[in-house]
């Protein structure tokens, strides 16, 4: 059983920062990708971005290139999103995923556990 709960959302004004943690609890141990995705409502789940366990492959959305940065604690089971220069357009929930596979996808269905999610709102 994996277990992932994010912290760190909250309301702020364009231009802002923001770190989201998203903390993993299991018995086992696992080297699988780790992945942040958003969503709002009425709108299909999307990719923001993805890590490695080692953190040696990174990928990002086009809409956050730039302004964004995942990186992972494997010490801590820690897994976080710097979110810099934030818009309007990046309110949403915000979910932190695991895949059993070392590999990043963008795809959410191949993502195996998900965290509950933490809002992210940014005002104009």
């Known amino acids: 059983q994996v277990q992932l709960v994010e912290f760190g959302g909250g309301l702020v004004q364009a231009g802002s920062s923001l770190r989201l943690s998203c903390v993993r609890s299991?018995?086992?141990?696992?080297?699988?990708?780790m992945g942040w995705f958003r969503q709002t409502p009425g709108k299909e789940r999307e990719f923001v971005a993805a890590?490695?366990?080692?953190?040696?492959?990174?990928n990002y959305a086009d809409s956050v290139k730039g302004r964004f940065t995942i990186s992972r604690d494997n010490a801590k089971n820690t897994l976080y999103l710097q979110m810099d220069s934030l818009k309007p357009e990046d309110t949403a929930i915000y979910y932190c995923?695991?895949?059993?596979?070392?590999?990043?996808?963008?795809?959410?269905?191949?993502?195996?556990?998900w965290g509950q999610g933490t809002q992210v709102t940014v005002s104009s």
């Open positions: 995923a695991e895949r059993r596979f070392y590999t990043i996808t963008t795809q959410p269905v191949a993502y195996d556990y």
């Open positions: 299991a018995r086992t141990f696992s080297s699988g990708a």
């Open positions: 890590t490695t366990w080692r953190g040696d492959v990174t």
